[in-house]
């Protein structure tokens, strides 16, 4: 008989397609758990049932109560509690946040288990930079809601990352394309499933085609960041201080357009004494 797990809590990362990802140390806990929470048990039953784990199971999600959430807390002094979601890492993009962080102010134990994430696993597909990225999430439903974030998001030099369903495909991509520009991008689906697919090609590219015809699965976006913006001319930057110089002296003209334009605060403040020669 395998001996008890010590008392804590155990963010446990599930496979996101092929069970053959979950990791020997993750069966081993859910086979070893006292108690599992997971956002369906439906779903989570086929996995416990391929690696035979028989620990019972309770709903945890994003619709849980303090009730719910206080009443884990008292079992997470005596016994392991296992969270999953039905698919990756919990936390992402899935409830668990509010456990987490009430089981550390209590002063109980709380372990991860790292495994699979979609998000991850399509930047190591796209082909895009991934020295800075940022996760996303969905973005909103609503066309007023979904253009006010991805304005937000516009200026960030990083590659983005967003989660989205095949209904909602082409009307994001389209808002992408709106609000980024030209830019490269990849359509990642079914990640580690039979039918596996990495679709590239700039923003406008993929909204078309993929406007009329949604496809299924689960669906990753990945946006390349804004390209390096071009250094400033001497034409550009002459017209930019004389305009700034009508109100403003040509210390403060130059860290205006400095940081407009782009260029160097020295360079900006030796041309603007010139032009106020």
């Known amino acids: 008989m395998d001996d ?5 809590l155990y963010i446990v990362a599930t496979p996101i397609g092929n069970l053959g990802d979950l990791t020997v140390r993750a069966a081993d806990v859910l086979r070893r758990a006292n108690l599992i929470l997971a956002e369906d048990k439906r779903v989570t039953a086929k996995l416990l049932a391929h690696i035979g784990a028989t620990a019972p199971m309770q709903v945890y999600h994003d619709h849980s109560s303090e009730t719910d959430r206080a009443r884990v807390l008292a079992r997470l002094g005596s016994e392991a509690v296992a969270l999953v979601s039905d698919a990756g890492t919990p936390l992402i993009s899935d409830p668990g946040y509010k456990l987490v962080r009430a089981a550390r102010a209590a002063g109980l134990s709380v372990h991860t288990l790292p495994g699979p994430s979609a998000a991850i696993a399509a930047l190591t597909l796209a082909g895009l930079p991934t020295d800075r990225f940022l996760f996303a999430g969905f973005l909103p439903a609503k066309a007023k809601a979904r253009a006010e974030a991805v304005a937000e998001l516009a200026s960030l030099r990083a590659t983005l990352v967003f989660y989205e369903s095949g209904s909602r495909l082409g009307d994001a991509l389209t808002e992408l394309a709106e609000r980024l520009g030209q830019r490269d991008a990849a359509v990642v689906r079914e990640i580690s499933k039979l039918h596996e697919e990495c679709v590239t090609g700039t923003l406008a590219e993929l909204a078309d085609r993929y406007r009329k015809t949604p496809p299924r699965g689960e669906i990753v976006i990945v946006v390349a960041p804004p390209a390096a913006a071009e ?7 002459d017209e930019a201080l004389r305009t700034a110089m009508v109100d403003e002296s040509p210390s403060r003209a130059a860290a205006l357009v400095a940081e407009q334009l782009g260029v160097p ?3 900006a403040y030796a041309r603007a004494l010139e032009l106020s020669r």
């Open 4 to 8: 008890p797990l010590p008392p804590g």
């Open 231 to 237: 250094p400033a001319g001497a034409d550009a930057l």
């Open 265 to 267: 605060r020295k360079r």
